[in-house]
């Protein structure tokens, strides 16, 4: 059974920062690339940074872009730390994994394209 779980995130006053981790179970974690989406209340689920299996190649949506990195390590999880945390950035964050053949940006920011999902981390960024 594949298992997706997210953790990490809370409350965080706006200009902090949060880590949030994906640990992967049940999958070759090692041939997925894995994508970070967040949805806030009444606006659809948005892409926010994605990796591909071997980690060298990143994509990041222009809104996190410079304040957001991805990582993963070879312990079956990986990694989105956000810095200069905003108000904006409010939402619940999932983690995604899909089959890398190839993956590049439009692949790796379509929801759809991903196979298995997470149950979500909330992260809340006061003002």
């Known amino acids: 059974q594949v298992q997706l779980v997210e953790s990490g995130g809370g409350l965080v006053q706006a200009g902090g920062s949060l880590r949030l981790s994906c640990s992967a179970s049940?999958?070759?974690?090692?041939?997925?690339?894995v994508g970070w989406f967040r949805q806030a209340p009444g606006r659809e689920r948005e892409f926010v940074a994605a990796i591909r299996r071997s980690g060298s190649s990143t994509y990041y949506a222009d809104s996190v872009k410079g304040r957001v990195t991805i990582s993963r390590d070879k312990t079956n999880t990986a990694y989105l730390q956000m810095n200069t945390l905003k108000p904006e950035d409010t939402a619940v964050y999932y983690c995604?994994?899909?089959?890398?053949?190839?993956?590049?940006?439009?692949?790796?920011?379509?929801?759809?394209?991903?196979?298995?999902w997470g149950q979500g981390t909330q992260v809340t960024v006061s003002s």
């Open positions: 995604a994994a899909q089959l890398d053949y190839g993956v590049g940006y439009s692949t790796a920011s379509r929801a759809s394209a991903y196979q298995y």
């Open positions: 049940g999958l070759a974690f090692s041939m997925y690339a």
